[in-house]
């Protein structure tokens, strides 16, 4: 079947915009993670999702980062009034239920700030 | 909060030996461990995992082991090929209350020809 599906690929804006990252997981899967990965860099964990419980936001680095799950499917990771260290590649991940079961990855968004 | 901490950063072996890249986690509640390869310019793929209720697990070339006590758990990767280089990352999950996910920095192995 289909894997998670990331949109855009690439997304190059300038500093100050807002951009919105949509992230569309495997279908049935409960679980949905936001990761950041600067260049040469591991996976640094933003914010996951699971079924209708309340999110887990403790990785989000500053209040200009939100996500939003809607009918328990796609996720919106958005950052406000971007800056140059916003610059990575987000990455979405879901998993079947977040207990002991492992994440299937998106091919990520390349996020460029100039 | 769960911290993974991945040595070593950078391995290059040649092909043919063996690969060993160790991990520690600071959560002894944290039960699921997952290895994740990540080719350049692709998405992190699972290798391999392990559960916190068995000490070793194999995969054909690939093995992960995991010590509870000493809260460390490691990939071996035997008869390595050009095709292994790649970073490989470990992780750490909680299996109850929180699901968050930690990832260990990362490491980058090369097999030389």
């Known amino acids: 079947g289909a894997g998670v599906s990331q949109s855009p690929s690439n997304k190059v804006t300038e500093k100050g915009k807002d951009v919105e990252l949509r992230c569309d997981p495997i279908?049935?899967?409960?679980?949905l993670y936001w990761y950041r990965q600067s260049l040469g860099q591991g996976l640094e964990f933003l914010i996951y999702f699971q079924g209708n419980s309340a999110p887990d936001k403790s990785g989000l680095p500053s209040d200009r980062f939100s996500a939003e799950r809607t009918g328990g499917s796609v996720s919106t990771l958005t950052i406000q009034r971007t800056q140059q260290e916003d610059s990575a590649v987000y990455l979405c991940?879901?998993?079947?239920?977040?207990?002991?079961?492992?994440?299937?990855f998106g091919d990520g968004t390349r996020l460029s700030i100039l | 909060g769960e911290n993974v901490e991945q040595h070593p950063s950078t391995l290059s072996v040649q092909e043919g030996d063996s690969a060993v890249i160790k991990c520690t986690y600071s959560d002894s509640a944290s039960n699921y461990f997952p290895w994740y390869k990540q080719e350049l310019g692709k998405r992190p793929q699972l290798i391999i995992d392990?559960?916190?209720?068995?000490g070793e697990k194999k995969d054909q070339r690939i093995a992960v082991t995991l010590n509870k006590t000493a809260k460390h758990f490691s990939l071996h990767i035997t008869e390595t090929q050009p095709e292994d280089s790649a970073v490989y990352f470990c992780a750490a999950s909680l299996g109850t209350g929180g699901f968050k996910t930690i990832f260990g920095a990362g490491t980058r192995l090369f097999v030389k020809a």
């Open positions: 991940a879901s998993s079947s239920r977040a207990v002991g079961q492992p994440q299937h």
């Open positions: 392990i559960r916190s209720n068995v």
């Open positions: 279908s049935g899967h409960t679980a």
